[in-house]
């Protein structure tokens, strides 16, 4: 697996037009498309987890418990809760060969009827920061398709090439430890 490196964000996003094979299971940092324009990521991606839709997002809403699962993170809790609307506090470090960069961000993250996760910055290590992840079934709803797109603009600079680079691996090392635990999560529930 070619392993580059990628820069901080968390979860959230929207399906890719026309479609039709299913995305793979695991993501290779390849597998993320990220453009970088006048200081600001685009990021997009899709993988296929073997989960219903309900335990996935079961997982990507488990705030509290996220920092135990998702690598780069030192904490995450939920500060407020209205409804389907959390306020999200996340902090941590993420590696980028030589480079560590510490972040902390404070999020808005809204979850939708139709299995989509909006999400906005509020505070952090970012100027800006917009994504969507929507959750679709698969076949007969026994997995589940993730999309996600983000809008991200960070607070410090960095040269583009690394950055570009450094968003892929940290998206596909968080988007992999999500699956991951989706899995697990179905083994222990199916007693396997």
């Known amino acids: 697996m070619r392993r580059r490196l990628a820069l901080l964000a968390l979860l959230l996003a929207i399906t890719a037009a026309g479609a039709t094979e299913p995305p793979p299971a695991a993501l290779d940092d390849d597998d993320v498309a990220v453009d ?3 200081g600001t990521y685009w990021a997009q991606l899709s993988l296929r987890a073997a989960v219903p839709p309900a335990l996935a997002i079961e997982v990507l809403t488990d705030f509290e418990q996220m920092a135990r699962f998702v690598p780069n993170l030192n904490s995450s809790r939920i500060v407020a809760r209205h409804g389907n609307v959390y306020r999200i506090a996340q902090q941590g470090v993420a590696r980028f060969g030589p480079f560590t960069f510490a972040f902390e961000s404070e999020r808005q993250v809204e979850l939708l009827p139709e299995g989509r996760l909006l999400a906005k910055g509020l505070s952090g290590s970012s100027k800006y920061m917009r994504s969507e992840l929507r959750v ?22 960095l040269p583009s090439s690394i950055g570009v680079n450094f968003m892929r691996h940290e998206l596909a090392e968080q988007f992999n430890a999500l699956v991951r ?11 396997r």
Do not use: C, F, N, T
Not at 150 to 157: F, K, N
Not at 181 to 191: A, P, V
């Open 181 to 191: 635990e989706m899995e697990k999560r179905q083994k222990q529930r199916s007693g």
């Open 36 to 38: 970088y324009r006048e």
């Open 136 to 157: 679709q079934p698969l076949g007969q709803g026994e997995a589940s398709r993730l999309d996600y797109r983000i809008e991200l603009a960070p607070d410090r600079w």
